[in-house]
């Protein structure tokens, strides 16, 4: 079994991904993913900092409590809860193996956050991550976001991000 090096510390940014990147499973099944992820929060505290989900993955900022790094088991949880009950396609013999359904990838991205200025670029990318998909021109249109928090809270206005209908031209990744 592989024994991967976790990140230490309080703060990370995560990309978490469904395996049928076409799917539209979590925006489909918005509130079920979000009656999970609320279970899980209670059971095993986290403050959401950032948060974004869109059809096929979701991107999100969670400050842990102290002395506190496991993510691991919360988004085992979340996903397992999440997957649980929902029909998905025939899964391979390595993921019946592991008990998996073939709903979500096996692995995730996390990136310990550094500093104050690495937190506010990774919260503008969650915010920001719908209107570069292509899901909507302006950022306050997409509902499944932290950003509408941000915007009552007065941190940001709600113009943040402008329109990319009054951008010319195409940009690619």
């Known amino acids: ?65 102290e002395h506190d790094a496991d993510f691991a088991s919360r988004w085992n949880l979340i996903k397992g809860g999440f997957s649980r009950g929902l029909e998905a396609g025939p899964p391979s013999m390595s993921k019946l193996k592991k008990r998996e359904k073939g709903i979500w990838q096996r692995r995730y991205w996390e990136h310990a956050i550094r500093d104050d200025t690495d937190l506010e670029r990774h919260v503008d990318y969650i915010h920001f991550n719908p209107v570069k998909h292509g899901l909507v021109a302006r950022v306050r249109d997409w509902s499944l976001s932290s950003f509408h928090r941000y915007v009552e809270s007065g941190t940001l206005p709600l113009d943040w991000g402008g329109d990319m209908r009054d951008i010319a031209g195409q940009f690619g990744e």
């Open 1 to 65: 079994m592989s024994r991967y090096r976790r990140a230490q510390g309080s703060t990370f940014f995560f990309t978490v991904v469904l395996e049928d990147r076409s799917s539209t499973l979590l925006v489909d099944h918005i509130d079920r993913l979000r009656r999970i992820y609320r279970t899980v929060q209670q059971r095993r505290p986290f403050e959401t900092v950032a948060i974004c989900i869109l059809p096929d993955h979701l991107h999100a900022v969670w400050s842990l409590p």
